[in-house]
């Protein structure tokens, strides 16, 4: 079966820029996540959905973040104004419900200039 | 606060020989843990996982002990094998509002030599 498809991934944008990240998920899997991974450091959840509901957005800061998950089953991660501090790896995730394994995509590196 | 430490960034470990690599927590509501490895420029790959439950999970050359009491676990690879080197995450979940998401550590860099 495929895995979880991202794209692009590598974005390089000058800072109040906007960015979108695209990701999707395994087939069948109901439950969609974001994580930001910072150099050095684990994944840390931004937003998680359930189908197309957003049942998890505290860590996503809300005045630059958006994401949504249209028709629950790909979806987009948006930052609008980019700054530098969000150069990061923005990682999509997938899973047939919170209690299973995760199955993660190859990632987006964004560079903030 | 870092609810899920690996205390050891890097690792290196002779071909054949057993890596060890080690994980702590501080939530009691955890009651499953991971662990994923991640080359570069890749996602992290789901390796192994163990419920609270038990102690012990095995699958090949990856078991995974855990120590409930010292809140305490690790990852035994053995034989290990130079297609091993990569960054292996433990992560952790649990009950109760807030602890369902994955808590992941910072990762542990494990390098295999010839």
């Known amino acids: 079966e495929a895995g979880v498809v991202q794209s692009p991934r590598y974005k390089i944008i000058e800072k109040k820029q906007p960015v979108a990240f695209w990701c999707n998920p395994i087939s069948g899997h109901n439950t969609l996540y974001w994580y930001l991974q910072n150099l050095g450091q684990g994944p840390e959840l931004l937003i998680r959905?359930?189908?197309?509901?957003?049942?998890?957005d505290s860590q996503l800061p809300k005045d630059r973040f958006s994401a949504e998950r249209l028709k629950g089953v790909d979806s987009t991660l948006k930052i609008q104004p980019a700054e530098l501090g969000d150069s990061a790896v923005y990682l999509c995730?997938?899973?047939?419900?919170?209690?299973?394994?995760?199955?993660f995509g190859p990632g987006t590196r964004l560079t903030v200039t | 606060d870092q609810q899920v430490k690996q205390n050891s960034p890097s690792l290196s470990v002779q071909e054949g020989r057993i890596s060890i690599l080690n994980c702590d927590y501080t939530?009691?509501?955890?009651?499953?843990f991971l662990w994923y490895k991640k080359y570069p420029a890749e996602g992290p790959t789901f390796l192994i996982s163990i419920s609270s439950i038990k102690d012990k999970n095995e699958d090949g050359r990856f078991t995974v002990f855990l120590n409930k009491s010292a809140k305490h676990l690790s990852l035994h690879i053995v034989p290990s094998q130079p297609g091993d080197s990569a960054v292996y995450f433990c992560?952790?979940?649990?009950?109760?509002?807030?602890?369902?998401?994955?808590?992941f550590g910072t990762g542990t860099r494990l390098t295999i030599i010839p």
């Open positions: 992560a952790a979940s649990g009950r109760g509002f807030g602890n369902e998401k994955l808590t």
């Open positions: 939530n009691s509501m955890f009651d499953y």
């Open positions: 995730a997938s899973s047939r419900d919170i209690k299973a394994v995760q199955y």
């Open positions: 959905y359930e189908n197309e509901e957003a049942v998890d």
